[in-house]
């Protein structure tokens, strides 16, 4: 069990609610599962019952759990949780940095990023293109160094999502930022993956530039194949070290 924050803290809430989510998340509390009475989390996370109302409350509003009278407080079905939620979105990423998690964001990503860049090369302007020129350059500054390479990665994309200029986009890109993180700690785990995916960002740019709705969209396909192959990649080698690992630790208990 994670440790339990100290009680009334003003992070106490949060705390509490992250670590709820994360049993929640892992599988700890299955959906349906009724949750221990307030005084019963107060205790066991050693915070007040204002700390675990708050925490709830935060969780209600993600969707996750869900209140009746004289019922008490359950999970809810995974299809009512809301996954856009930046927050929950990054606990999940604590909680489960599965392959089939990646794969999931990476189809969000899909869905989201090529249009997007079609809609940007149409209606973005120059000023909106100069941002996303300025990220390419920090991205390109950073050479093999991954993580000054990260953050301007975040805002090529996430210039795309504002330049198109439609509300529900850019307040999505709090969303897709969060999957970027996620993908970006898998690819460039990659020997030299950031530096390699430099072309296909400079690609994607110069068609934006050019106003060319079509090419920037294949281009942003094109990137998005090569972060799949980047992270397919790196969930390989993890999963060969963890074996590597659990056969190390098999020889020395039998020895």
Known sequence: MAKSPSKDSPQSSAQVAREVARMILTGVWREGTTLPREIELASRFNVSRASIREALSLLKAKGLIASKQKAGTH??????????????????????????????????????????????????????????????????????????????????????????????????????????????????????????????????????????ADGARQAMHKLMDLTEQNIVTAMSRQKKKDAEVDENVRTRRTR
């Open 75 to 212: 999970v809810r079905a995974r299809f009512d949780w809301n996954m856009l939620d930046e927050e929950l979105l990054n606990w999940t990423l604590s909680a489960l940095p599965t392959q089939e998690f990646a794969k999931q964001i990476l189809e969000v990503r899909r869905i989201v990023e090529p249009e997007a860049c079609a809609i940007c090369a149409v209606r973005g302007t120059d000023e909106d293109f100069a941002r996303i020129e300025r990220a390419y350059r920090g991205m390109d500054a950073a050479g093999m160094d991954r993580v000054a390479y990260a953050e301007p990665d975040l805002q090529f994309h996430r210039g795309i999502l504002i330049a198109t200029g439609n509300d529900f986009l850019i307040a999505f890109g709090a969303t897709v930022a969060a999957a970027l993180r996620m993908s970006f700690d898998l690819s460039s785990t990659n020997p030299g993956a950031p530096r390699k995916s430099l072309p296909y960002h400079r690609a994607v740019l110069d068609e934006i530039w050019a106003r060319n």
